[in-house]
């Protein structure tokens, strides 16, 4: 079976040919001979973990002279040939599809692996608030106990002062609603019954800044941004 995916680069004049080349070398299957600098990627598990360096990668290097960007064994010309690789990825992805993310570097809802205790991050849509993790996708997912005094206020906020003119189907109105976290997570939350924080699980030293990493996600797109400015970002 084709490579899932072939990377090839040479010398470049760019701007970004060293930045490329160090994301480059943390790659799986990274090589360089003859000043042509290489990687491959040939399992689901590899490319969720590098997915958003790897991309990175193939749009900086795809326009280069001499280079060549392989998917599932197909030369990237165009941006259909990148869907269409995301949809043929997500036919061996199985239940690891909600990894493919939305290609963007605001957090929107995706789901991430990343070097964390609890690998699976679930990340919340545009300008929420709190982060989900998990030891794998599809298992049960827990807040990092530093969370916890601002999930009681937000549960005691919309208890008190209820969302209003919004239909009870509107996600945002679910015991934990999507406007604040991962959306996953809400969709769980509608389920519950009795007392929202028997549901809710907590564990200690869960998160990026408790484990003092840096989240692949920003928390909003700058036009959209105030005062307040995100520090710990990979970018």
Partial sequence: MDKIIQVTFGQSRS?????????????????EKNKLHSFFIDTVDEYFMNQDEINKIIEIVRNW?????????????????FCEFITELKKHAGK??????????????????????MPVVLYP????????????????????ECERKAIENYIKL?????????????????SLGADAFPPMVAEVSKKWQ??????IKYKENLC????????KKTYCHPMYGGKFQQLNISR
């Fill in 158 to 174: 919309r208890i008190q002062k209820p969302l209003q003119n919004r239909s009870t189907s509107d996600p945002w109105t679910y």
């Fill in 96 to 117: 690891y599809s909600v990894l493919v993310n939305s290609g963007s570097d605001v957090s929107m809802g995706d789901v991430t692996i990343e070097k964390l205790p």
């Fill in 15 to 31: 701007k970004q040919y060293k930045k490329t080349v160090q994301l480059a070398k943390e790659i799986p299957h990274y090589c």
């Fill in 125 to 144: 849509s545009h300008c929420g608030a709190f982060f989900a993790f998990s030891d794998d996708v599809g298992e049960d997912f827990y807040f990092c």
């Fill in 194 to 199: 009795g007392d929202i924080h028997t549901h």
């Fill in 65 to 81: 002279k001499g280079s060549s960007v392989l998917l599932y064994g197909k030369e990237y010309k165009c941006y259909l040939d």
């Fill in 208 to 215: 990026f800044r408790c484990n003092k990493k840096v989240p």
